[in-house]
């Protein structure tokens, strides 16, 4: 347990405890309440898409005429299912076509959800709900088997790269280039904004803005390019979108069906830097981590976040806390040490005197805390000034660090962070600079191990100390309580205000979600 860094053992695990501690009432919280988005991934797994002539998706207008007419605290699944007997919709149309004729009825007013609702319906959603699961357990079946015929990335880290021009059939031919250039992962930006709609568009789309809207079918087109260029490179090419904002589960649910393979997932960052309700994101984070466990997905967790709002140094501590609670909250929803992709980030400012080794002192910190964990390194985004020769300097010293510390995904940095929406030269210029610190040192991790005593070993035991102090107050108080503090990010919210609060309810006793016991 020691490793380079001789941590102390005992309070490692005492940092664990504490993260439980402080994160078990929010489970309990998660677990006694539903939100719209809950209610509308359950529908989505059961195979309704489409929009109205307005693009308002069908599962909108379904889960809101059931709300209306029902209330949200029972959930909606027995409602539908009822209807859907009831009203014959289609006869020998498909279970997705049904729900979409009876979301269509729903939406003219000519659909009653009242009850009781017997045992066929009920049967019904549990029925849906297994051919939903067995969809997963098929894609996640076919990512591991196209890993075995085209074979994976031949070393750690992962080269991570975004592309992010609004336009699904811009993005693809950059990805696709991106790949041969020897990216390994391909994020996919959302729209500006996107994380604020309480809806998935739908189809393909050419309108984002800094960024693609991420729909189902955009989804869809890109991991079908990938999958031609990883058939072509022999090996397998990972896509990344993101499971945040006031959609979660959907965005979980989606891409469980289109086989991504990560998906950023941090109900924090919707928290702190979109003002949605604390409630509705962790019940929405756990449903879509459910998801993920099962579809074999990767989440990236957000904590790189704090550090553009917090100072990198002095706060360095909340990182690992918000790491201890992210890895307790994914363990409860099912996921796997191998499917958390932890963020921190190399944001200390450079002219800081000796910030190379604050940096590999926090970078080391999480490796040796989360031995097994896929984790995520973001480069350096604050503290680049424009000067593109100083920032591809300092994205050669984050790769470097990352080099060091024996990463796992390594997210690409550009020299003109901050400046423009990168142009395909300046990833190629990147992506060249990750490659030779890469080939130059990318095995020095096992050859580098700090002083004993030194001031690598002691910056990391004074975080975790720090850590550990945090928790202690968080755990004696509650989570809620000290994000509403602005303990997180300097950003205060409370739990009774922001977005998408009235989306959310307490699961009355008549309550039923056909996957419990199908989802981790």
């Not at 067995?134 to 591991?144: G, H, P, V, W």
């Not at 002219?351 to 604050?358: A, G, K």
Request: aromatic share 6%.
């Amino acid at each position: 347990m020691a490793g380079k860094l001789d941590l102390d053992p005992l309070l490692v695990a005492r940092a664990r405890e504490l993260a439980a501690a402080a994160g078990r009432p929010v489970v309990d919280l998660a677990r006694t309440h539903t939100t719209v988005s809950v209610e509308r991934a359950m529908l989505r797994l059961f195979g309704l898409t489409g929009a109205d002539p307005d693009g308002t998706p069908w599962v909108n207008r379904l889960v809101d005429e059931i709300v209306a007419q029902n209330g949200l605290a029972g959930g909606v699944v027995l409602p539908a299912m009822h209807a859907l007997r009831r009203y014959q919709p289609l006869r020998g149309a498909s279970f997705g076509e049904g729900l979409q004729v009876l979301a269509q009825k729903a939406a003219a007013g000519a659909v009653s959800f009242g009850g009781p609702f017997r045992g066929a319906a009920r049967e019904a959603a549990v029925r849906a709900a297994r051919r939903a699961v067995s969809k997963l357990d098929a894609t996640r079946l076919t990512r591991e088997k196209l890993i075995r015929r085209y074979g994976d990335a031949p070393r750690r880290p992962w080269i991570y790269l975004i592309v992010a021009t609004g336009d699904i059939y811009e993005d693809i031919p950059q990805a696709v280039a991106a790949a041969r250039a020897g990216a390994d992962v391909i994020a996919v930006i959302r729209s500006t904004g996107q994380s604020l709609l309480d809806y998935v568009p739908e189809g393909a789309t050419r309108e984002g803005f800094a960024g693609t809207y991420a729909t189902r079918e955009n989804f869809r087109l890109m991991r079908a390019a990938l999958d031609g260029v990883s058939r072509e490179l022999g090996r397998y090419v990972r896509l990344t979108n993101y499971a945040s904002g006031l959609c979660m589960p959907e965005m979980a649910a989606l891409a469980g069906l289109e086989r991504l393979d990560m998906m950023l997932n941090d109900s924090m960052y919707g928290i702190l830097f979109r003002d949605i309700n604390p409630i509705r994101t962790f019940v929405d984070q756990r449903f879509s981590r459910q998801i993920h466990a099962r579809a074999g997905i990767i989440i990236n967790t957000g904590e790189d976040n704090y550090l553009t709002t917090a100072d990198a140094v002095a706060d360095a501590h909340t990182v690992t806390v918000s790491q201890l609670l992210n890895e307790y909250f994914a363990h409860e929803a099912g996921l796997a040490d191998g499917q958390l992709g932890l963020g921190h980030a190399f944001e200390i400012n450079p002219d800081l005197p000796d910030s190379l080794r604050l940096e590999t002192a926090h970078a080391l910190l999480a490796r040796e805390l989360f031995p097994d964990a896929p984790l995520k390194w973001m480069p350096p985004t604050k503290h680049m000034t424009g000067d593109v020769f100083r920032g591809n300097l300092l994205d050669g010293m984050f790769n470097l660090v990352g080099a060091l510390t024996g990463q796992s995904i390594l997210l690409v940095g550009m020299m003109t962070e901050a400046v423009v929406t990168p142009w395909l030269s300046d990833r190629d210029i990147a992506l060249q600079n990750v490659r030779y610190v890469l080939s130059a040192a990318g095995d020095m991790a096992e050859d580098f191990v700090p002083a004993p005593g030194g001031f690598v070993q002691q910056r990391a035991h004074r975080v975790l100390g720090e850590a550990v102090e945090l928790l202690e107050r968080i755990a004696a108080g509650s989570l809620l309580g000290a994000i509403a503090d602005g303990t997180f990010g300097i950003m205060r919210r409370p739990p009774d205000r922001g977005r998408g609060l009235d989306g959310v309810a307490r699961m009355s006793e008549d309550y039923f979600s056909p996957f419990d016991g199908l989802l981790p």
